[in-house]
């Protein structure tokens, strides 16, 4: 049976025999999900997925939203899938069961977001963004605030955003103009405009909870005197029911190159004076509260990546199986049979790399979720140190280095459909549209490779990078084993150590007053360190393959598992060695990118 939105043996493969999430269960915390309740839930998912969300994927982008008098109306198909999503309890899939979660380790609702996300994303982002501001809440907010908000954001009867974009800042928070002021019964009244709000105003929930970052009247400049405050579109009364409308309005949404699903607004903040919110955590500390959502949020734009990823290439590798065109290179005469794509030696290099690149994805986003789940049930505190060390490193990978790697498969998903992948006849143009986005939000990927070189680099005194480089090395180590990796292994572990001396070379330049040049390197350097991760996860997956095949796999397993091996060796063979050219041009330093005068590049 064609597989669609993601593969499910895959899925498989990496949650029990890559990572062994099932070893999770022995600890109480996640005691009840043992490999049966797993696979229940991702079957679950992929049911929903499968019959309920990805029928409205179409619909919902041809329909879009739409902006009436301050009032948002989402695609109608998206009011019956999030009622679905309210009752199976998706929303909050890994929170405290005492505020309506449902406890999952962080590995398994990553498979989840996989199908919903390939499914349809630009749905999905209500839903994420509700979730993230009841963690705000759940980390941040006091008894009061939990006991208000919580368990309704978490259920779904209530929505949350995030309010932080404005129209002059951009990516600069710090530059925001929003202000706060204090009332005598501690509230705030605030007032200002916020942008590119995703979900600001929607029609699936009664209630909209919106955290929005704002400056208190006489508080520091830029980002340290930020603080974060409680806003809801409708306010609460001490009982927990629904006031008079709150002073916050939604002005318009974007047409957009896509999500056109998913409703992007304009936010107006006390225009009558009267916009009501509480404080969220401390006065001042607005940027250390996001911060500590961030690597869940940048995590989050990975899988909606993947997930279009994902998509895309299945969607591709079914079409290329079924249709017929061309004669075989190596058939002779006239009368030779038309053969399926497949057959033609460059599709099979771009279905080889988007394999490679959608299943390696796959493995190291989950396999960040297995570092989380591994922190909350340690007790080791000096491991748990190194293991958040790696997470952190590993954070502006799963959300640069793949999106960008994820875009480049949905173009490949358009390219194999040929014309047809162009029309809106097929999903591989929405896709493609749909994923950019994912480029953007949660930080641009250029922001993304600054944090890596400007700050993850040097994190724990650059332990946390040598963590990660260590981890690359034990999975060498075992790769060495099976004759059929040896020399991936070494490949591999020469382009890790060439990561390793670039590293050091350009952490040092931009110490130096070679800064300027060594972050124009910078993207660069984020995208060899994105191909050295992958083919690290790419060699463990042939590992466990090779080990498998070596033990005697199952028939109808061995196809698998070779391609595992293909996978690794595509790329290693392909992709790794191009980086190791890239390590050659980071060393190099030139800085003619920053050297350039601004007339110079032309267009007077």
Same mark, same amino acid.
Request: with cysteine; hydrophobic share 40%; charged share 25%.
């Given at each position: 049976?064609?597989?669609?939105?993601?593969?499910?043996?895959?899925?498989?493969?990496?949650?029990? $025999?890559?990572?062994?999430?099932?070893?999770?269960? &022995?600890?109480?915390?996640?005691?009840?999900?043992?490999?049966?309740?797993?696979?229940?839930?991702?079957?679950?998912?992929?049911?929903?997925?499968?019959?309920?969300?990805?029928?409205?994927?179409?619909?919902?982008?041809?329909?879009?939203?739409?902006?009436?008098?301050?009032?948002?109306?989402?695609?109608?198909?998206?009011?019956?899938?999030?009622?679905?999503?309210?009752?199976?309890?998706?929303?909050?899939?890994?929170?405290?069961?005492?505020?309506?979660?449902?406890?999952?380790?962080?590995?398994?609702?990553?498979?989840?977001?996989?199908?919903?996300? &390939?499914?349809?994303?630009?749905?999905?982002?209500?839903?994420?963004?509700?979730?993230?501001?009841?963690?705000?809440?759940?980390?941040?907010?006091?008894?009061?605030?939990?006991?208000?908000?919580?368990?309704?954001?978490?259920?779904?009867?209530?929505?949350? #955003?995030?309010?932080?974009?404005?129209?002059?800042?951009?990516?600069?928070? *710090?530059?925001?103009?929003?202000?706060?002021?204090?009332?005598?019964? &501690?509230?705030?009244?605030? #007032?200002?405009?916020?942008?590119?709000?995703?979900?600001?105003?929607?029609?699936?929930?009664?209630?909209?909870?919106?955290?929005?970052?704002?400056?208190?009247?006489?508080?520091?400049? *830029?980002?340290?005197?930020?603080?974060?405050?409680?806003?809801? =579109?409708?306010?609460?009364?001490?009982?927990?029911?629904?006031?008079?409308?709150?002073?916050?309005?939604?002005?318009?949404?974007?047409?957009?190159?896509?999500?056109?699903?998913?409703?992007?607004?304009?936010?107006?903040?006390?225009?009558?004076?009267?916009?009501?919110?509480?404080?969220? &955590?401390?006065?001042?500390?607005?940027?250390?509260?996001?911060?500590?959502?961030?690597?869940?949020?940048?995590?989050?734009? *990975?899988?909606?990546?993947?997930?279009?990823?994902?998509?895309?290439?299945?969607?591709?590798?079914?079409?290329?199986?079924?249709?017929?065109?061309?004669?075989?290179?190596?058939?002779?005469?006239?009368?030779?049979?038309?053969?399926?794509?497949?057959?033609?030696?460059?599709?099979?290099?771009?279905?080889?790399?988007?394999?490679?690149?959608?299943?390696?994805?796959?493995?190291?986003?989950?396999?960040?979720?297995?570092?989380?789940?591994?922190?909350?049930?340690?007790?080791?505190?000096?491991?748990?140190?190194?293991?958040?060390?790696?997470?952190?490193?590993?954070?502006?990978?799963?959300?640069?280095?793949?999106?960008?790697?994820?875009?480049?498969?949905?173009?490949?998903?358009?390219?194999?459909?040929?014309?047809?992948?162009?029309?809106?006849?097929?999903?591989?143009?929405?896709?493609?549209?749909?994923?950019?986005?994912?480029?953007?939000?949660?930080?641009?990927?250029?922001?993304?490779?600054?944090?890596?070189?400007?700050?993850?680099?040097?994190?724990?005194?650059?332990?946390?990078?040598?963590?990660?480089?260590?981890?690359?090395?034990? #999975?060498?180590?075992?790769?060495?084993?099976?004759?059929?990796?040896?020399?991936?292994?070494?490949?591999?572990?020469?382009?890790?150590?060439?990561?390793?001396?670039?590293?050091?070379?350009?952490?040092?330049?931009?110490?130096?007053?070679?800064?300027?040049?060594?972050?124009?390197?910078?993207?660069?350097?984020?995208?060899?360190?994105?191909?050295?991760?992958?083919?690290?996860?790419?060699?463990?997956?042939?590992?466990?393959?090779?080990?498998?095949? $070596?033990?005697?796999?199952?028939?109808?397993?061995?196809?698998?598992?070779?391609?595992?091996?293909?996978?690794?060796?595509?790329?290693?063979?392909?992709?790794?060695?191009?980086?190791?050219? =890239?390590?050659?041009?980071?060393?190099?330093?030139?800085?003619?990118?920053?050297?350039?005068?601004?007339?110079?590049?032309?267009?007077?």
């Amino acid at each position: 049976m064609a597989q669609v939105v993601a593969d499910r043996r895959d899925v498989d493969f990496v949650l029990h $025999e890559q990572l062994r999430v099932e070893e999770l269960s &022995g600890h109480p915390l996640f005691a009840e999900f043992t490999r049966k309740t797993v696979d229940l839930i991702v079957s679950e998912a992929r049911s929903l997925a499968v019959k309920e969300m990805m029928p409205a994927l179409k619909s919902g982008d041809e329909e879009g939203c739409t902006f009436d008098g301050g009032r948002v109306t989402v695609p109608e198909s998206f009011h019956r899938i999030y009622d679905l999503f309210r009752e199976g309890g998706w929303i909050a899939m890994c929170d405290d069961p005492g505020w309506g979660g449902q406890g999952m380790p962080a590995t398994v609702s990553l498979a989840v977001k996989n199908y919903f996300h &390939g499914a349809n994303f630009p749905f999905v982002l209500t839903i994420l963004l509700a979730h993230g501001a009841g963690k705000l809440v759940e980390r941040f907010g006091t008894d009061r605030q939990k006991a208000l908000f919580l368990k309704k954001m978490y259920a779904g009867e209530w929505g949350g #955003t995030m309010l932080l974009t404005e129209p002059e800042a951009g990516s600069d928070v *710090g530059a925001l103009t929003t202000t706060a002021v204090r009332n005598d019964d &501690g509230t705030y009244t605030l #007032t200002g405009n916020k942008i590119f709000i995703s979900s600001g105003e929607q029609d699936l929930t009664e209630n909209i909870i919106h955290p929005v970052l704002a400056r208190i009247e006489g508080a520091p400049a *830029g980002t340290a005197g930020i603080s974060l405050f409680l806003v809801p =579109k409708i306010r609460v009364n001490d009982d927990g029911s629904l006031g008079e409308p709150n002073d916050l309005v939604c002005t318009g949404i974007e047409e957009k190159m896509g999500i056109h699903g998913s409703p992007t607004c304009s936010m107006s903040l006390g225009a009558r004076g009267r916009c009501l919110g509480t404080l969220l &955590g401390e006065e001042n500390k607005g940027m250390r509260a996001m911060f500590v959502m961030m690597n869940e949020a940048r995590l989050d734009v *990975g899988m909606q990546a993947l997930g279009c990823a994902s998509a895309s290439f299945l969607n591709a590798l079914n079409y290329a199986r079924e249709r017929v065109q061309g004669r075989h290179i190596q058939a002779t005469g006239k009368d030779a049979p038309g053969v399926p794509i497949i057959q033609h030696p460059d599709v099979r290099r771009m279905l080889l790399g988007m394999k490679a690149v959608t299943e390696g994805c796959r493995s190291l986003l989950f396999y960040i979720g297995l570092l989380e789940d591994r922190i909350r049930v340690g007790g080791d505190e000096a491991e748990n140190a190194r293991r958040q060390g790696i997470i952190d490193v590993l954070i502006p990978i799963a959300k640069g280095y793949v999106t960008d790697r994820a875009f480049e498969v949905c173009s490949q998903g358009v390219q194999i459909y040929g014309g047809y992948g162009y029309t809106r006849e097929y999903p591989q143009e929405q896709y493609l549209r749909d994923c950019k986005i994912t480029h953007i939000y949660e930080g641009t990927n250029s922001i993304q490779a600054m944090d890596l070189l400007g700050r993850k680099l040097a994190l724990n005194h650059g332990r946390a990078f040598g963590d990660l480089l260590s981890e690359i090395r034990k #999975t060498v180590e075992n790769a060495r084993r099976f004759d059929a990796l040896a020399g991936l292994a070494g490949e591999t572990e020469r382009a890790t150590a060439r990561l390793e001396e670039t590293a050091r070379h350009i952490a040092l330049a931009a110490r130096s007053d070679r800064m300027m040049t060594a972050y124009a390197h910078a993207y660069a350097f984020m995208e060899v360190t994105g191909d050295v991760v992958m083919a690290w996860m790419l060699l463990w997956r042939a590992a466990v393959a090779a080990e498998n095949l $070596e033990k005697g796999a199952r028939k109808k397993d061995e196809a698998f598992y070779e391609g595992q091996i293909a996978g690794a060796r595509f790329f290693i063979r392909t992709v790794l060695p191009v980086s190791v050219g =890239k390590m050659d041009v980071i060393q190099g330093c030139d800085g003619i990118a920053v050297d350039i005068s601004d007339d110079a590049f032309g267009g007077k």
